[in-house]
């Protein structure tokens, strides 16, 4: 598994200078170390594991997301989630996986998932900000996890601030 800190400072606890420099840097957070160790318990377990690519964790309330290589999503998803059940028993928090590589709107639908987003739009506000809607299909399929969780992850995760709708409020505000 290829990891944001040296294999053996994570087995052992004790870090070298340069995974010592991450950390006093910001670059890699406590959460990001927790959830390296969880999952390097796991990797004999799940043998799968040693293939993924782990690039960060983000702890925003009762959720976790832990961010992957392009194509690691589906290693998480083997054995009918039994690595997503664990690792949220271990942690007590909804966990999501994320891809880091990739387009916006992959990013958006491995955060909405299993919720189906029908349209993403750019908005472009004075100042020179953009602020990004995603348009979900109906109220009927309910979102993951709160929307205010989902909009604070993409906010850390991709630097994206979210607005999110459903169609059936757009058609009422084109109707008016």
């Not at 919720?115 to 993951?144: C, D, F, H, Y």
Request: proline share 3%; aromatic share 6%.
């Amino acid at each position: 598994m290829m990891m944001p800190l040296c294999s053996f400072c994570i087995k052992s606890g004790i870090l070298c200078q340069k995974c010592q420099k991450k950390i006093e840097s910001g670059q890699i957070g406590e959460t990001d170390v927790q959830i390296a160790k969880l999952l390097m318990g796991l990797e004999e377990k799940y043998p799968s594991l040693q293939k993924i690519q782990f690039y960060n964790a983000y702890d925003v309330d009762s959720v976790l997301a832990i961010v992957v290589g392009r194509g690691d999503l589906s290693v998480f998803r083997e054995n009918n989630g039994k690595i997503l059940r664990e690792i949220t028993q271990h942690t007590g928090k909804r966990v999501r996986i994320i891809e880091k590589h990739g387009d916006e709107r992959t990013f958006l639908e491995n955060l909405f998932d299993p919720a189906v987003i029908t349209t993403i739009n750019k908005i472009w506000l004075p100042g020179g900000t953009t602020e990004t809607r995603v348009i979900m299909a109906s109220r009927q399929r309910r979102l993951p996890v709160k929307s205010r969780i989902l909009k604070k992850l993409a906010k850390q995760i991709r630097g994206i601030t979210l607005r999110i709708a459903y169609e059936d409020q757009m058609e009422r505000m084109i109707r008016r």
